[in-house]
């Protein structure tokens, strides 16, 4: 990273956000969040529910200033079991959910996690999807509620919902573990000068591959293959099987055969490698961005497509603070009660060399090394399409 606080993972999640920085432990920083949440639709929190009682900021706290809030708790356990205060990190959940024992199934030699923030990501967009319900339910009624996301049984729910398999059925009919999903030749095959991604699938697939490969009558001839129970039912002998076929042939040859026979396969890339695909360069999906304090940074477009109401371009991930005064100004505070905070400790404002504030800044988009797409004033700041969400409280990681 070039400046502290400012790494890869927290620029990438942080994009069309603003930061107000607040001390939760002193009176002065509490009764700030309790104004600003007056007019807040949605607090989210990602502390223990022990935690926020002990700031004074549990649910009834805050309903009592607005009792249309949706108040959304993001931690680790039910709040109805044994594990309610326990602390919870992703290595823990991705554990508890078995993930490290089902690559050992698949035939990893030592249980390893998935290698991606997995636990949290998913349970992130169980707690988008819970908050939009929340939203919904309270347009309808005009109830705010609090609604806990919690971390084990989120991740759970899908896992669970892949690999009971047998053990979904009282009495269990067979073990659990997706044998296609387990499967050690579930994997990209090797070619003669690489690798390649397939999934020969449904029962048309296996016909059409077949045939190209100068064996069409092997589907009728051989049971293993002939329909899609019996494929599941003999799944590695069916993978190994591709897998010693596969290798025979370089992959820009089987990405042509696969094609002209609409089969599904894909190359198997290096995160380098997906940076020069020619679909991402073409749809401009990962594209060079100036960043006000961090310089050219890569960043990604926003993945889903609006037609109604098109979305603008997000602002760049903030400085920690770096919108406290503007936000705070914008609630009503007048400039002497925000300067009597910050010198209290109650409230944190970014400060760049020289002393002076921050302005609001922006992302600008650029391509190349020139100005930004056309119909793009790269002179103004980029806005939010959408107002600019609520504060968000700062608590020492050790409350989590």
């Known amino acids: 990273m070039r400046n502290p606080s400012m790494g890869h993972i927290f620029l990438t999640t942080n994009r069309a956000k603003r930061s107000v920085v607040l001390n939760l432990k002193t009176p002065g920083g509490r009764d700030t969040l309790l104004h600003l949440a007056r007019t807040a639709d949605v607090l989210v929190y990602n502390l ?3 935690a926020m009682q ?3 900021l549990r649910y009834e706290d805050l309903r009592e200033v607005n009792p249309r809030i949706i108040y959304v708790g993001a931690f680790g356990f039910s709040q109805r079991g044994p594990y309610a205060g326990k602390p919870a990190y992703d290595d823990l959940i991705q554990g508890m959910c078995g993930i490290p024992w089902l690559t050992q199934q698949a035939g990893a030699e030592v249980p390893r996690y998935a290698p991606l923030i997995i636990a949290d ?3 992130g967009l169980q707690l988008a999807g819970a908050i939009s319900t929340a939203l919904v ?4 009624t005009g109830e705010g509620q609090r609604v806990d996301v919690p971390m084990f049984e989120g991740l759970l729910s899908v896992v669970l919902g892949e690999h009971l398999v047998g053990m979904l059925f009282e009495p269990p009919l067979g073990p659990a573990g997706y044998k296609r999903s387990l499967s050690p030749d579930r994997r990209p095959y090797r070619t003669q000068d690489g690798h390649i991604c397939t999934l020969i699938y449904n029962d048309k697939h296996w016909r059409s591959f077949f045939s190209a490969i100068g ?6 001839a051989d049971p293993r293959f002939s329909s899609q129970g019996a494929r599941l039912q003999h799944i590695d002998d069916v993978y190994g099987y591709l897998a010693t076929i596969l290798e025979k042939r370089r992959t820009q040859e089987w990405m042509e ?3 002209r026979h609409d089969i599904p396969a894909a190359p198997m890339y290096s995160v380098p490698d997906i940076l020069q695909d020619d679909h991402i360069v073409k749809t401009d999906f990962v594209r060079k961005v100036q960043h006000s304090s961090e310089g050219p940074l890569l960043s990604t477009a926003i993945p889903t497509e609006w ?4 979305l603008d371009e997000p602002r760049e991930a903030p400085r920690l603070g770096e919108h406290s005064y503007e936000v705070l100004l914008e609630a009503g505070f007048p400039r002497v009660k925000i300067d009597a905070l910050i010198a209290e400790g109650a409230v944190v404002v970014h400060r760049i060399p020289g002393g002076e504030r921050p302005s609001r800044g922006g992302r600008l988009p650029v391509t190349g090394e020139g100005p930004g797409p056309a119909g793009h004033d790269a002179t103004a700041p980029s806005e939010p399409a959408c107002p600019a969400p609520q504060p968000a409280s700062v608590v020492p990681s050790d409350e989590r």
């Open 307 to 310: 037609f109604g109401s098109p």
């Open 215 to 220: 064996d069409p009558d092997r589907f009728e």
């Open 121 to 123: 990501r998913i349970v």
């Open 137 to 140: 339910h309270r347009e309808r």
């Open 54 to 56: 002990r700031l004074g």
């Open 48 to 50: 223990r529910p022990q």
């Open 257 to 259: 055969l696969f094609e």
